[in-house]
């Protein structure tokens, strides 16, 4: 609390003191347009999203962990991949980054709010309605036993497995028009971003200023445009198909079930990047503050996001080398994929060059951080060995790409929300999260990755399928699929223990104050929890790190720019 | 509530901080996003040219709809001449361009009604007859609800303007009602060279 008044502080216990009787603070919470309370309800969203596609995870993983193992059915265990998938990248990932975005992007470019509030609103409540209706299969058809009507065709929901003939009933279209709906949401809710950051910025905040995670928020939410809309299109497609009998998808009348696998996957790569960009922008932010030093390479770490971005758009048909997709075709998607490793390298070096010489403080976010720069790596180079073709045609469908993109989905992305959790909790709540549960926590989560998903491979090198449902004992993979089971619930836990540290933090944790990592940018210079409007005076900056200037007014940052 | 902003008010007097409008940048945003749409259905159009297997074929049943197509297209530019009108404070031409554009763009979707229903109900074509169907319909009616979206918006305009309750402070907003609408035409341009010219 390096610039603290006392007229600051009191400020900041009026703030806290102000509680009201539940039914109105319900109507407020459904009634409004305020970006920190829409981000506060994404985010909430995602967590208790996280926690069902978790149990669906361990739920798998049970039936995985022996052989000949009859825990499940494989009907059932084929709803709970489907639902593991879609839920995790459409229900708890895509929400939780976007409510990161709305609760920071405002108070980060010191605006008072989105571009859009009520915008704002309805992308939220659109994509929340959409994970509802999916989950609402669960309750019929097949009954709760059978895990009801849940959808089965995977998250990729393959062309012809989605014709009316092959998965008959409504679970598909529950599938449908749940992504559907969320596709909505996300695509207002990336429209309200980029506008806020391109209209909404306040004086002296230029483009070469705004903080590193606002610009991936900018560079994620063009993506989603060019990225969504063509899943929303294939979508409207399917649905044609299942209830006017259109034959996009139909092999029988001449269509074709792979241009399904180009639309899909032309959504379906460069989401992943739609994902890990912001995880990029948590560790871009923590890694400075912990580490003591303004980040090395600002104008390299915004041109290796924009490019990653772009080459993202064009290496989908990696996912179908074993598809025939002839030699042409294989050649460009492998040279497009190996590119992407360069924007990506030049990222990876920026954090080492911010970290190199600095005063590295091991908080539970700079923790989560670290891990995630191991893993990312690890991550990045099995994505090499995949992306070359003929290494590919052996291991396409194996527990190998299974666990390659559980590193990056896990091992960077939810590392870096952790650490964004961590870290941004006390200007959410105002409290302080445990460091203790923190590190228990971290450590657990660490091992039980490290368990689940470094072992995993070696199955897919033996030549595990994904997608089977059980598996032989004579095959040499049972105890690395034990160990395998053992990792995840170890995850399990540790994610119990988050949810347990959020909930106790907020009420016994210790006050934050405006400012508890002694950080740089502009949501510090707030309140905890920050006022409805965020800024009684529209801020005006000077650099990139506009409190390090107030708090340092000897050695302004804006002299060196 | 004084919540003390701690980042100093300086420079106040020095150069005036322009942002661009939000209005235009999130229609912008918004058409870039429905061009994908678009982008996609054009694809699996002419992905799936020739590849019916059983008729009608587009050579036998399409007619080039020349005339709708004129009509939008001049809606163009009686929407401009909405805007700029509005922009010199000229609301009798802006209500006559807006008047202009709902009857040139209503032109257009009869045109479109009548060729649908000649389709289904003369040559037998519907969205499940075959693949020409399936990519017909699709393409040309997500324009085609694209083209209705814009005319509810233009004649809640209109009859705003009728009322005599758009005045030159608006004139940003039906700017963005504008380059919405201009992007209808310039989709249909698209969706003319593909379906009429390309696809027979």
């Not at chain 1, 580490?291 to 990696?318: C, D, E, N, Q, T």
Request: hydrophobic content about 50%; some cysteine; overall charge neutral.
């Amino acid at each position: 609390m390096a610039n603290s008044t006392p007229v600051m502080e009191a400020i900041d216990q009026t703030i806290e003191s102000k509680r009201r009787p539940p039914s109105d603070v319900i109507t407020e919470w459904v009634s409004t347009v305020d970006h920190k309370k829409i981000g506060i309800m994404y985010i909430v969203y995602a967590l208790i999203f996280l926690l069902i596609a978790g149990v669906e995870a361990i739920i798998m993983r049970i039936q995985l962990a022996v052989p000949n193992n009859d825990f499940v059915s494989p009907q059932v265990f084929n709803r709970m991949f489907t639902m593991h998938g879609t839920t995790m990248v459409f229900f708890v990932g895509i929400p939780v980054l976007f409510g990161y975005g709305n609760y920071l992007v405002p108070l980060m470019i010191g605006a008072r709010d989105m571009a859009f509030p009520r915008l704002n609103a309805f992308g939220f409540w659109i994509s929340a309605f959409g994970g509802l209706l999916l989950y609402f299969s669960f309750f019929g058809g097949d009954g709760l036993y059978g895990a009801g009507s849940a959808p089965d065709v995977g998250w990729f929901a393959y062309a012809p497995l989605t014709a009316k003939v092959f998965s008959p009933g409504n679970n598909t279209d529950y599938w449908t028009l749940g992504v559907l709906l969320s596709g909505i949401g996300t695509t207002a809710t990336a429209l309200n971003t980029v506008t806020t950051v391109i209209s909404m910025r306040c004086r002296g905040m230029t483009m070469g200023r705004l903080p590193l995670f606002t610009w991936l928020m900018l560079i994620t939410s063009s993506m989603i445009f060019v990225v969504v809309s063509p899943l929303t299109a294939a979508q409207i497609m399917l649905i044609l198909d299942r209830y006017l009998g259109s034959h996009f998808f139909d092999t029988q009348a001449g269509g074709s079930a792979v241009l399904w696998m180009h639309f899909f996957w032309i959504f379906g790569h460069p989401e992943v990047y739609v994902l890990v960009l912001p995880a990029f922008g948590f560790v871009n932010e923590i890694i400075p503050v912990f580490s003591r030093k303004a980040a090395f390479g600002y104008p390299a770490m915004v041109a290796a996001s924009a490019g990653i971005g772009f080459v993202s758009l064009s290496v989908w048909a990696h996912h179908m080398f074993t598809v025939g997709l002839g030699p042409a075709g294989n050649t460009f998607f492998v040279f497009s994929t190996m590119v992407i490793s360069v924007p990506t390298g030049i990222k990876i070096f920026n954090w080492l060059g911010t970290l190199w010489g600095g005063k590295i403080i091991f908080t539970v976010p700079m923790l989560f951080c670290i891990a995630f720069l191991f893993q990312f790596l690890v991550a990045g180079l099995t994505g090499i060995m995949l992306a070359a073709a003929p290494f590919d045609w052996q291991l396409g469908n194996s527990y190998f790409v299974v666990a390659h993109f559980h590193y990056v989905l896990v091992g960077a992305i939810v590392f870096g929300l952790f650490a964004a959790f961590y870290y941004w909790y006390p200007k959410i709540t105002g409290r302080m999260m445990s460091e203790t549960l923190g590190k228990w926590h971290f450590w657990l989560f660490v091992i039980g990755f490290h368990l689940c998903f470094d072992f995993m491979h070696i199955p897919g090198l033996l030549g595990m399928p994904r997608r089977i449902y059980t598996y032989e004992a004579s095959r040499g993979w049972e105890t690395l699929n034990l160990i395998v089971s053992v990792g995840a619930i170890f995850q399990g836990v540790a994610v119990l223990i988050l949810v347990y540290n959020l909930v106790r933090s907020y009420y016994r944790g210790e006050k934050a104050g405006r400012d508890p990592w002694d950080a740089w940018t502009l949501e510090w210079a707030v309140p905890s929890p920050p006022p409805v409007y965020n800024f009684a005076i529209d801020p005006s900056v000077n650099s990139r790190r506009p409190l390090w200037d107030l708090k340092h007014p000897e050695e302004p940052d804006s002299d060196y720019e | 509530m004084q919540t003390a902003s701690a980042i100093p008010i300086n420079e106040q007097g020095g150069a005036p901080w322009v942002l661009p409008s939000r209005g235009i940048i999130g229609m912008v945003c918004l058409i870039i996003a429905e061009s994908a749409i678009f982008l996609i259905f054009v694809v699996a159009y002419i992905f799936y040219i020739g590849k019916s297997l059983t008729g009608p074929y587009p050579k036998e049943v399409l007619e080039l709809p020349i005339f709708g197509t004129v009509c939008l297209l001049s809606s163009s530019f009686t929407i401009h001449h909405a805007v700029a009108a509005l922009r010199k404070s000229d609301t009798r031409g802006c209500l006559l361009g807006l008047a202009g554009t709902v009857l040139l763009g209503g032109i257009f979707i009869a045109t479109t009604a009548k060729e649908w229903y000649h389709l289904i109900y003369h040559e037998g074509l519907t969205v499940r007859t075959n693949l020409f169907g399936t990519t017909y319909y699709s393409l040309v009616g997500l324009h085609a609800s694209h083209v209705i979206v814009g005319l509810i918006m233009l004649v809640t305009a209109l009859g705003l303007s009728l009322a005599g309750r758009v005045r030159e402070e608006h004139a940003e907003r039906l700017e963005v009602l504008s380059l919405y609408w201009h992007f209808v035409d310039g989709v249909w341009v698209v969706v003319f060279t593909v379906v009429y010219i390309l696809g027979r």
